[in-house]
């Protein structure tokens, strides 16, 4: 069900008219593809590029081009979309259940494979206070310096949440720990099983599997069989307490399941105005949004809706910065000279920034100039 991807030209080539996606240049001379912000056309089923699409949440790329990590693909909330409906999901076919930790996703990439050096990296970038908590968790850990090493030769990326209370989302968490989610193949994606994982013999904690809470006897063709019962994981995310919600893994493919409390926390169910949907988008949270509205059985339309203005408008602020730093470099401009063009434009800053090689960070100038337009109406 995985695109084989051994070079960034296997990947790029396939997700470049996806204007949500960035293919962006770390500080370690490796290249990272991830989508900045969705809406419904960022994972379309219906796109002939969705099986790329959904690699591109923090994939990474040596300086030569090679594959150096491949990151969780991207998957839905249960209910989010047609194929995600609990009618419509396999429940004979569920391998694991995890416990959802309310942390960072944290991979570990070479950043020497001549000698084996190592660097933690979130989703979208090495130079972050999360990456930096889980290096030095990992190197603290006996073997856990040594058996990521053995991880990344062999080709496999390990995937970790690092949760502490130096950061807090919504659970408090008493001490740094790095919890192993998955094992993947670099270049197939093949999530490796849980006889696998248990193999081996991680330092680190694996998350746990709760599947046999929510296993029954079942008949099928005459026969009894044990599944997974979908009115028990429903009745588990309406009911459970101080537990983000849960992973279900179906063979290579996983949808989330969040819990009512969590969501309640985030005042995502009871109370949402069209700002706090935006702030929700902005925020790189709208997956949490939509698994909450659909839970409860409401519709996630007004979520695609901001989704969908918000990515038009930055996609066309982009476009234009893009656009006017190509012809000055096109021109010779120095820094001066597109000061002195620019300086009354309305995207003076940006221009500025990314003329000199530096990140715009997108969600910020949308935040200060258009967050406000949106009403404090409860939708």
């Not at 105005?273 to 839970?295: C, E, N, P, Y």
């Not at 120095?334 to 960070?361: E, N, S, W, Y």
């Amino acid at each position: 069900m995985f695109a084989k991807i051994e070079h960034l030209n296997d990947l790029v080539p396939q997700v470049a008219a996806n204007t949500q996606i960035r293919v962006k240049e770390e500080s370690t001379g490796h290249t990272v593809v991830c989508y900045m912000l969705q809406d419904e056309d960022t994972f379309d089923e219906d796109n002939t590029n969705f099986t790329h699409a959904r690699e591109c949440r923090g994939i990474s790329f040596h300086p030569d081009g090679t594959i150096a990590a491949r990151t969780l693909h991207k998957f839905f909330n249960v209910g989010e979309r047609e194929t995600t409906l609990p009618e419509n999901l396999d429940w004979m076919n569920v391998t694991r259940i995890m416990t959802k930790r309310d942390g960072s996703m944290v991979t570990p990439v070479l950043v020497n494979t001549q000698i084996g050096t190592w660097r933690m990296k979130t989703k979208k970038s090495f130079d972050t206070k999360e990456a930096d908590l889980a290096l030095t968790v990992a190197m603290n850990t006996e073997g856990g310096n040594r058996w990521i090493q053995r991880m990344l030769f062999a080709g496999l990326t390990p995937t970790f949440e690092i949760t502490s209370p130096k950061f807090p989302i919504v659970l408090i968490y008493e001490k740094d720990e790095l919890t192993l989610l998955h094992v993947r193949e670099n270049v197939s994606g093949r999530y490796l099983d849980e006889d696998e994982l248990i193999a081996l013999h991680s330092p680190f904690p694996l998350v746990e599997n709760i599947i046999e809470q929510f296993m029954e006897e079942t008949m099928v063709m005459g026969c009894f069989d044990r599944a997974v019962s979908w009115d028990k994981l429903k009745h588990y995310a309406e009911t459970t307490e101080g537990v983000e919600g849960v992973v279900i893994q179906f063979g290579q493919d996983m949808v989330k399941l969040k819990t009512k409390w969590y969501c309640d926390l985030h005042h995502s169910v009871t109370f949402t105005r069209w700002r706090d949907i935006a702030r929700t988008v902005l925020a790189d949270q709208s997956d949490d949004l939509k698994g909450a509205f659909a839970l409860t059985g409401r519709s996630i339309e007004p979520i695609l809706e901001v989704e969908h203005k918000i990515n038009g408008i930055i996609a066309a602020a982009e476009k234009a910065v893009d656009e006017h730093v190509g012809n000055g470099r096109v021109l010779n401009r120095t820094p001066k000279d597109m000061a002195l063009a620019f300086k009354d434009h309305a995207l003076f800053g940006q221009i500025m920034a990314a003329f000199r090689g530096k990140t715009v960070d997108w969600r910020e100038w949308y935040e200060k100039n258009y967050l406000d337009t949106w009403s404090l109406e409860v939708v």
